[in-house]
Each structure stands twice: as structure tokens, then as C-alpha cells.
């Protein structure tokens, strides 16, 4: 019976500790909020948002930003992290009349993407290069980063062809004219929050894995192809 007792005590005594920790870390970091947070080695918790992984020890006083290697096992605790931690979309979930449909290929891909960002523009460039692919661009802007991007993705969804104007705007730098209507791109805020789709661009497969930031089309064929077998 004392052995239990002990055991549930420590059990505990850990629980405590693990919530202050992370009260600790919010207070500290505000951004970690909505992070997955979970005790990794030594003192160090790993801080996981997105497809960001950092480590935090106990009293707040270092950050690790990259590859951390365990030399016993001689494999990645980062990569391990990651792939543990990938976010998954379920695709019967979306709703494709709040996204912008390109093509009619029989392969579909899901694309989170925010007008201002950089690297939806390259993403942009190489969905040219794709062959048999229906994309359907889910706009999310990011409004933190970029101050005009939901009001860009607003007159882009309002223009007569939401999907001439998407492309001419990021492949071409064409301002679509302003433009108000009804809009899902504060329902596609949310629906990536949702799915812990933190970064722009974030594309989802058929299979609901997801690829984060820009690919080049014959890294992203290759990956379309692959998750029809899974």
C-alpha cells in the first residue's frame, strides 16, 4: 500500500511540476500558448507549434533551436519529434466552396496559402509545372506577418474570377481591384488554427499529411503520387 501511495504522490508531484513549468513558459513566451509542450530529456521540455520544435529546460534560462542528437541511440530527437507531432487534416472536413479551385486534374491538393507571403508566390510558380492536379487554395492570410494580406484575399475572393485574379496577384503582382462580399477567409483562420496549421504555405495531401512551405512541383508530384498509397 505505501508503495502506491508513493507512487501516486510522485505521480503528481510530477503533474505539478509539468503545469508549472508551462505557466512559467506562457507567462515568459506568450506565443508557446497553443504549443504542445512535453517533457524530452534531461530538464528540457520539447516546445512543439507547428513544424517548429524547440527545447526549454526547467528554469527557463536555455533555448535549443536545431537538431538535437542522442549519441546512445544515435538518431534525431528533433526529427523524431517532428514526425510524431505532424499535423494531419482529415479532408472530408473541408469545405471546397471556401477555397479557390485551379485545374480539373483527378489528383486534389489543399492548399493553405496566404497572398503576401513570399513563398506562396514560389509555391505558385511551381503548381504551373504540376500535370493532373486539381488545387484548391484555401486563403489564409496572415495578418501578423503580413497587415494587408486579408484584405488582399478579401477582393481576390470578390473579383469575378477569384482564381485568374489569385494567380495574377502572386505569379504576376496584378492588385486585384477592392472588393467587399460575403468571404470565408475568417472561416479559414480558423479552420487552420483548428488543424495547428501555423506557417504559410501548408499543403495537405489526399491522405490529410501535410507538406509545410514551398516544393518544388517534382518533389510535390512525387509526394501527390505517394499518397495515393497510403
Not at 468571404?183 to 501535410?210: E, H, M
Amino acid at each position: 500500500m505505501k508503495k502506491i501511495i508513493f507512487a501516486v504522490l510522485a505521480l503528481f508531484s510530477m503533474a505539478h511540476a509539468h503545469a508549472g513549468f508551462i505557466e512559467d513558459l506562457h507567462a515568459k513566451f506568450p506565443q508557446t500558448i497553443d504549443a504542445q509542450v512535453d517533457k524530452s530529456f534531461g530538464n528540457f521540455y520539447s516546445v512543439v507549434r507547428g513544424s517548429e520544435v524547440l527545447f526549454v529546460n526547467e528554469d527557463l534560462s536555455i533555448l535549443i533551436n536545431g537538431d538535437v542528437i542522442d549519441l546512445k541511440q544515435n538518431r534525431s530527437i528533433t526529427s523524431a519529434i517532428k514526425e510524431a507531432t505532424r499535423p494531419r487534416v482529415p479532408v472530408k472536413e473541408l469545405n471546397l466552396k471556401d477555397a479557390i479551385k485551379m485545374g480539373n486534374g483527378p489528383d486534389k491538393i489543399y492548399v493553405f496559402s496566404d497572398p503576401d507571403c513570399p513563398y506562396c508566390k514560389r509555391l505558385e510558380g511551381e503548381f504551373d509545372k504540376l500535370h493532373g492536379v486539381t488545387i484548391y487554395i484555401f486563403p489564409f492570410p496572415i495578418v501578423e506577418l503580413h497587415p494587408n494580406a486579408a484584405n488582399v484575399a478579401e477582393s481576390i475572393w470578390c473579383a469575378k474570377k477569384p482564381a485568374t485574379a489569385w494567380h495574377d496577384y502572386l505569379i504576376k503582382q496584378v492588385k486585384p481591384l477592392p472588393a467587399n462580399c460575403d468571404n470565408p477567409i475568417d472561416r479559414n483562420v480558423a479552420l487552420a488554427q483548428k488543424f495547428k496549421l501555423y506557417g504559410t504555405p501548408a499543403i495537405v495531401l489526399q491522405d490529410g499529411s501535410v507538406i509545410p512551405g514551398a516544393v518544388s512541383a517534382e518533389t510535390l508530384q512525387a509526394a501527390i503520387a505517394k499518397a495515393k498509397t497510403q
